[in-house]
């Protein structure tokens, strides 16, 4: 949620500012701005709207030869995103230079008492108390008066800053956002996200909390909470730039549907071994802890929640420990009944949403054992989780997700068979079964995807027209059914609604009439029959039904009027398979329609504000 960037070289930090700012446009892209530091002056120039604006009002100003700069793309909190709220904001005499990815929960209070100072706001934003805040505080010494600034603020906040005073220096520091840099021959690059630098250094520094950083002469300085010079060595990160790039395909997303095989076998394969066990070096529940758990709380927003979901029917299924989901922002604030016999599962692809990581640091509060399945290295949340579990789904770019999804799903399945394994609930033959089918789940990922791509494209055509389509299914495929709502409405903008199929009769099927669009999602085989009666009574009022389902159950979907048929699978294995089509249908939905399918209108891929 709001992109930062920072350069500090012996180039023109222009260019780097705009190449930085475009790979982080996924952050947030209602306004977009850069400041350089021009001998005297600090310069800034911002806009409303994407990154491409900013290009063009750059272009039709006068060249800028700095060496420093910083950016940002945002994604508006306070105030509407216009010209005057877009980041960078400078103080009132000129004198200090702000970019902010946060919220400043105490601004008002602080901006009451600046304005009694004589300070005149110009901005509805936050973040312009920061930048009257560092020139009331300035002492003459750039990092002791960020730190002393920093000292008065509440809520989130990364920040990079420019001081007139310091035309080759900038100085950033963090409190629950993220901000890494990296070192290369040209120079210093900061960014909010490693992919925004990934071109310039694979070695990578996260700052941590309260920590500051000076840049200056090519070189980095940090400064812990206290205010003492530290040394910090930097993490190498194994993706590559090309990951981080489109490889040839019209949108992210495409690219990132595509990558599906790779991501499960990725994340999955590390943790199987060579004896068909499936090992966990970064679970560090003992034995003991995992047979006296009484209960496992999945706690996650959006799409994470989805895969949660998922996790839910499995995890009960293979281990027989109660579980229950929870949404991140709604768990935060329940005082949830914990302890040292719960396990919170805490899954997100960012690390960085705030409700998620409120919600983690609540469990450890109570004592819960936490475990965090995190696709990001070293965010915030996984830096706080008892134990932590990457996927290895590499970048994901498109704001709706599709491989972190699936691959949260696949370290849910490892933990499953893994948990009912520890627990002796899983005798050998019925292991070998569950771990050869999860090992070949990429493989068949990838004939789904071959098999239904081009179907789904044609039947996409029949959803451009729609204002409203329903997704239904039962347990499993219920699960399946929120996750394939969610990809429709973000990014096509259609209204869709995901039901439990048995509940429809109970009001929606009221919503029901001649040509309303069903999508049935039957793949679970034990409630098969179920889910076509309720496939009937759609039918019966008048929609039009696309079920998705396995080949055993081809013959018996005669009611529906598209088939879609996945490749067979265990059971609780071919929610995985399902989704893929619906990925697919949302996509070439969206792009039917017309739409900004990598960013959806009002979304932003990390949410760092609650
Ligand atoms: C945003 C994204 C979703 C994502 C959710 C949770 O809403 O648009 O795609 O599922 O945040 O993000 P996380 O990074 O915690 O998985």
Not at 83 to 101: E, M
Not at 410 to 437: F, H, M, N, Q, W
Not at 583 to 605: E, F, S, V, W
């Amino acid at each position: 949620m709001c992109g930062i960037v920072g350069y500090a070289g012996k180039n023109r930090a222009v260019p780097y500012l705009l190449e930085g700012l475009e790979k982080l446009e996924y952050r947030g892209y209602d306004s977009a701005g850069i400041a350089v530091n021009e001998e005297d002056v600090i310069r800034i120039m911002k806009t409303k709207g994407r990154i491409g604006n900013l290009e063009s009002l750059i272009a039709s100003q006068r060249h800028s030869d700095a060496t420093v700069g910083i950016g940002h793309t945002r994604w508006a909190t306070h105030g509407k995103p216009n010209d005057v709220n877009a980041h960078p904001h400078i103080s009132q005499s000129g004198l200090f230079c702000v970019v902010h990815n946060g919220i400043i929960e105490n601004y008002l209070q602080l901006k009451a008492q600046l304005i009694a100072d004589g300070y005149r706001f110009v901005s509805e934003t936050d973040t312009e108390v920061i930048a009257h805040l560092l020139e009331q505080n300035y002492d003459g010494n750039f990092v002791s008066t960020v730190r002393k600034t920093t000292a008065m603020l509440e809520g989130a906040f990364a920040l990079c800053i420019l001081c007139r005073d310091f035309p080759d220096s900038i100085v950033c520091t963090r409190w629950a956002s993220p901000l890494v840099m990296g070192k290369s021959d040209d120079g210093v690059f900061l960014a909010s996200d490693v992919t925004a630098i990934l071109k310039h250094t694979s070695d990578i520094y996260y700052l941590d909390g309260h920590e500051t950083a000076l840049i200056a002469d090519g070189g980095i300085t940090f400064f812990d909470k206290a205010g003492n010079a530290t040394q910090k060595a930097p993490k190498h990160i194994d993706w590559n730039v090309s990951a981080a790039q489109k490889g040839g395909y019209e949108h992210f997303m495409l690219k990132e549907i595509m990558e599906q095989p790779k991501a499960i076998q990725d994340t999955v394969s590390p943790r199987i071994d060579s004896d068909g066990r499936i090992v966990f070096e970064d679970f560090h529940l003992t034995d003991e802890e995992i047979e006296n758990l009484n209960r496992i709380v999945i706690v996650a927003c959006g799409s994470a929640f989805h895969a949660g979901e998922v996790g839910r029917y499995v995890l009960e299924k293979m281990t027989r420990i109660p579980v229950e989901t929870a949404i991140a922002s709604e768990f935060r604030y329940r005082d949830p009944v914990l302890d040292a016999h719960s396990l919170v599962i805490v899954i997100s692809q960012s690390g960085e949403t705030a409700d998620t990581l409120a919600g983690l640091r609540l469990a450890n509060e109570k004592g819960a054992k936490t475990v965090c399945i995190v696709n990001v290295v070293s965010s915030s949340i996984a830096n706080e989780g008892g134990s932590v579990v990457y996927t290895h789904a590499g970048p994901e770019i498109a704001v709706a997700t599709t491989k972190a999804y699936s691959a949260q799903v696949s370290v849910l399945y490892l933990l499953a068979g893994y948990i009912a394994d520890r627990k002796g609930l899983l005798p050998e033959e019925e292991r070998r079964t569950y771990v050869d089918a999860l090992r070949k789940l990429p493989e068949l990922i990838a004939q789904t995807l071959e098999d239904c791509g081009e179907q789904m494209q044609k039947l996409s055509e029949m959803f451009i027209p729609l204002e409203h389509a329903y997704f239904i299914g039962r347990n499993l495929d219920y699960a399946c059914a929120m996750e394939a709502s969610l990809k429709m409405k973000e990014i096509s903008y259609i209204h869709s609604e995901a039901y439990a199929a048995g509940e429809l009769k109970h009001g929606t099927i009221s919503l029901i009439e001649k040509g309303t669009l069903v999508v049935a999602l039957a793949a679970c085989s034990d409630v098969f029959g179920k889910t076509m009666s309720n496939i009937k009574e759609v039918k019966a009022r008048g929609a039009r039904v696309l079920c998705v389902s396995t080949s055993e159950n081809a013959s018996a979907m005669s009611e529906v009027d598209f088939k879609v048929i996945i490749p067979d699978t265990l059971p609780l294995f071919a929610v995985t398979l399902e989704v893929l089509p619906m990925q697919l249908l949302g996509y070439y939905t969206a792009k039917n329609r017309g739409c900004d399918i990598d960013k959806p209108r009002n979304l932003a891929k990390s949410v760092t504000v609650e």
